[in-house]
């Protein structure tokens, strides 16, 4: 099993630009979360989907904060016009919801915008 | 609403000896999840343990064990022989088992593990 896999691991852009992040969840995992680390707020959730529905998206900043499931196993969060308040690690989660069951974490993406 | 409160930012750890790293929290669902992530300076985020709000006995996975206080509603991760490779930041968490799915954190513990 590969894990989590998100892309890119570090991406700097210039502020007005858009920037995609993507998330490959685990084989037969049904859930998915994103997440976003700084050292001010530490890890807020920012959107998660059951069944690549999105059931809670209120940790989403504004509207230039997007985010999708196009298939059982992919993800993207969008983020346009990106600004240097969006700099910060993204962590994309997949689980089996399950009682008892955790969450594996994929490596994040480092996002510094300039 | 739910709530974790971690309370010590830093702590030090001679190597060979425990470490327990404090976690309390808040919450008003009658069944609910709690779990340790440590992650080190690489950034990976590493899941540890997992108790259950009604589990009889407290979880343990190899040198890790949860220290599960369910009326102090206190959930302390210990790390028994301490290891250099332990140093790294640790997060407790908790998720609802009856309503939503998502994982709350706290604000971490950095544990610095001495030679």
């Known amino acids: 099993d590969a894990g989590v896999i998100q892309s890119p691991r570090h991406e700097v852009t210039e502020m007005g630009q858009e920037v995609t992040l993507r998330c490959k969840l685990i084989s037969g995992h049904n859930s998915l979360f994103w997440y976003r680390q700084t050292m001010m707020r530490g890890l807020e959730l920012l959107i998660y989907f059951n069944n690549n529905v999105p059931i809670d998206d209120s940790g989403m900043p504004e509207d230039r904060f997007s985010a999708k499931m196009p298939n059982a196993s992919f993800s993207t969060l969008k983020i346009q016009p990106s600004e240097p308040r969006d700099s910060a690690v993204y962590f994309c989660?997949?689980?089996?919801?399950?009682?008892?069951?955790?969450?594996?974490f994929g490596s994040g993406t480092r996002l510094t915008v300039v | 609403a739910q709530k974790i409160t971690q309370t010590q930012p830093g702590m030090f750890v001679q190597e060979k000896e425990a470490v327990t790293l404090d976690c309390t929290y808040d919450?008003?669902?009658?069944?609910?999840?709690l779990f340790w992530y440590k992650q080190p300076s690489s950034g990976e985020m590493i899941f540890l343990i997992y108790q259950g709000s009604y589990d009889q006995q407290n979880a343990t996975e190899g040198r890790y064990s949860l220290n599960f206080q369910k009326a102090r509603k206190s959930a302390n991760l210990v790390i028994s022989a301490s290891q250099l490779g332990d140093s790294a930041m640790y997060f407790c968490?908790?998720?609802?088992?009856?309503?939503?799915?998502?994982?709350?954190f706290g604000t971490g513990t950095r544990l610095t593990v001495i030679p």
């Open positions: 968490a908790m998720r609802s088992e009856t309503g939503a799915n998502n994982l709350f």
């Open positions: 989660a997949s689980s089996l919801l399950r009682t008892g069951y955790g969450y594996t």
């Open positions: 919450t008003s669902d009658p069944s609910y999840g």
